[in-house]
């Protein structure tokens, strides 16, 4: 039982290690997929036997890949490498049922539970090369597929399916308290855990077909980035060279989508920073779920704008958060002298809880 | 003393790249050898050599997600951070592991 609670204790790093595997395949999908319905101009499906269907159908298939991928990289983590079949085998059986990313976290994690304890069973030497190849594949698929299938799938799928209808009900003001919370969550680590949390509900609520939950999130993504290289051009007196240098490239992954570029002012002036890229974020992001903006990608940055409808409200939307955390980080900073060695405090250092494992 | 890390974020371009650069500099401002591998979405880069690890006193590892081939560090005296808490706080953690290891 002491393993099934270290494999709970890490369930946030198994779920981020699907994650990571996981982006790829949402960029490509999602970028491709938008692309072949710019290209063809009527805000539609081109038809088939156009070269633009089959870019279209490449995108999805990128898309329809999401869940397997995400579900065997979580089993991946808990079980290594014997573990990524049975659960994506088991999350793309679920998704059938209709269980979507919900299923695909549970199949990662039972699959990955189910290889962990069956990589345990001890088995006389000649059955040894036997066990990695035939049994825990077939036996691994067929308890976590087989659940899935039979068992659980269906009331995740009903899960899924309430929360989708839960949030195509939302009306504007619930609408705007969720854009706001997205938003504070974006911004709060920049690309970090919490950030990541609000990134996969995204992707869920696209594959649900919600694109207003995926406009809201790009607005929030951008923002604290955007808004800080913004913040370096409005009142450049407040920020010290290298500060400046990382504001133009802070301005450039926010148009590309990476919360992440806000990051070096976070880190210098956590206290003033942090606090105005969440207001910012937020406000961007109640702005866009105001305005209505959908999304059929669940990415960032002005590189989606060929997927958004609404195209001048998300613009708008971008702006409004950017200028708010702008303003609002040069309100609470101070003029800087340059310094030329930073001091190190001496003392924060008995605050850190470090420990040899 | 020589410090040897693995980092590694869930988005693979940003914090693992970040923590990176913040650990090598914290290390060499405290005139500390160190060497960081990065395992971010392009793969393994600036790979740690038997000899970078033999040689290590401490290994630092990122706790976000998990890492790949970390049976290396069997036997190693290892700490485990978060990939933000070592963006932010490198030098702190550097000089924390200075004392312990001094100890």
């Known amino acids: ?357 | 003393m020589k410090i040897v890390a693995v980092t590694a974020c869930p988005s693979g371009v940003a914090h693992t790249y970040m923590s990176a650069e913040a650990l090598e500099r914290a290390a060499k401002a405290r005139g500390i050898e160190v060497k960081v591998e990065t395992q971010g979405q392009i793969g393994i880069e600036n790979r740690l050599s038997v000899e970078d690890i033999k040689d290590a006193d401490v290994v630092i590892l990122t706790k976000d997600i998990g890492l790949k081939e970390t049976d290396r560090f069997k036997e190693k005296k290892i700490v485990k951070v978060g990939v933000s808490e070592l963006v932010k706080k490198a030098d702190q953690i550097v000089k924390k592991l200075e004392e312990m290891i001094n100890k």
Request: glycine share 12%.
């Open chain 1, 1 to 357: 039982m002491n393993d099934l609670k270290a494999i709970f204790k890490d369930t946030r790093q198994h779920l981020m290690t699907g994650v990571s595997y996981m982006i790829p395949f949402v960029v490509a999908g999602g970028i491709l997929l938008a692309l072949s319905v710019v290209f063809y101009g009527q805000a539609g499906v081109p038809p088939e036997g156009t070269w633009l269907f089959d870019l279209f159908m490449i995108g999805v298939k990128g898309f329809e890949l999401m869940v397997p991928i995400l579900a065997g990289f979580i089993a991946f983590s808990i079980a290594e490498r014997p573990g990524i079949a049975p659960a994506a085998i088991g999350a793309f059986v679920a998704n059938e049922l209709g269980a979507g990313f919900l299923g695909a976290v549970i199949a990662g994690i039972l699959g990955g539970v189910v290889v962990f304890y069956l990589k345990k069973i001890k088995v006389p030497a000649v059955f040894r090369s036997i066990m990695p190849i035939f049994v825990i594949p077939i036996i691994g698929t067929f308890i976590t597929a087989g659940l899935m299938q039979w068992v659980i799938g269906a009331p995740i799928a009903s899960i899924t399916i309430g929360l989708t209808e839960w949030l195509q009900g939302l009306q504007s003001g619930s609408i705007v308290i969720l854009a706001i919370i997205m938003g504070l969550m974006n911004a709060f680590d920049m690309g970090g855990p919490v950030n990541k949390v609000a990134f996969a509900f995204t992707i869920m609520a696209v594959s649900e077909g919600l694109y207003n939950i995926a406009g809201i999130n790009a607005v929030g993504v951008c923002c604290p980035p955007i808004g800080m290289g913004l913040a370096t051009l409005l009142a450049p007196k407040k920020y010290t060279v290298s500060e400046k240098e990382a504001g133009k490239a802070s301005f450039l992954m926010g148009l590309v989508g990476i919360t992440e570029g806000a990051i070096p002012f976070a880190a210098g002036d956590p206290l003033r920073v942090i606090p105005s890229i969440m207001v910012g974020a937020a406000a961007g992001c109640a702005t866009a779920g105001l305005l209505g903006v959908q999304n059929m990608i669940a990415w960032s940055g002005l590189i989606v704008l060929p997927a958004v409808t609404g195209k001048l409200q998300y613009i708008i939307a971008i702006i409004v958060g950017s200028v708010v955390t702008a303003l609002m980080v040069n309100l609470l900073k101070k003029p800087v002298q340059e310094k030329e060695n930073e001091e190190i405090d001496e003392n924060i250092g008995d605050e850190l809880d470090l420990k040899f494992e």
